[in-house]
């Protein structure tokens, strides 16, 4: 059984920093590409930051030098170090591993993320 399992999410004040980390179980973790994705309400889901298999990293625009992604195959983990946070990062976040060659595509149950003073 694959479970992908969040934690980190919060409330903090703009400006502020959290690090969200997903585990991973029941996949050969390190064969999957890892990206997080974020919805906020009323909106679309959007992704957010990848990790490749090989650890090549990709951002979307909107947090791109405040938001760090990273991987542990041996802990079977992915990261996201959340830096400089804004009113509109306030979303729910969620953990995905995906692996195009045979189309596998996991999510976890998301964590929300609130940005407020």
């Known amino acids: 059984q694959v479970q992908l399992v969040e934690s980190g999410g919060g409330l903090v004040q703009p400006g502020g920093s959290l690090r969200l980390s997903c585990a991973a179980s029941g996949i050969i973790f390190n064969i999957y590409d890892m990206n997080w994705y974020r919805q906020a309400p009323g909106k679309q889901r959007e992704l957010v930051a990848k990790i490749t298999s090989a650890g090549f990293t990709n951002y979307a625009d909107s947090v791109k030098g405040r938001f760090t992604i990273s991987r542990d195959n041996i802990k079977r983990t992915v990261n996201l170090q959340m830096n400089s946070l804004k009113s509109e990062d306030t979303a729910v976040y969620y953990c995905?591993?995906?692996?195009?060659?045979?189309?596998?595509?996991?999510w976890g149950q998301g964590t929300q993320v609130t940005v407020s003073s």
């Open positions: 995905n591993a995906a692996q195009i060659r045979t189309g596998q595509n996991y």
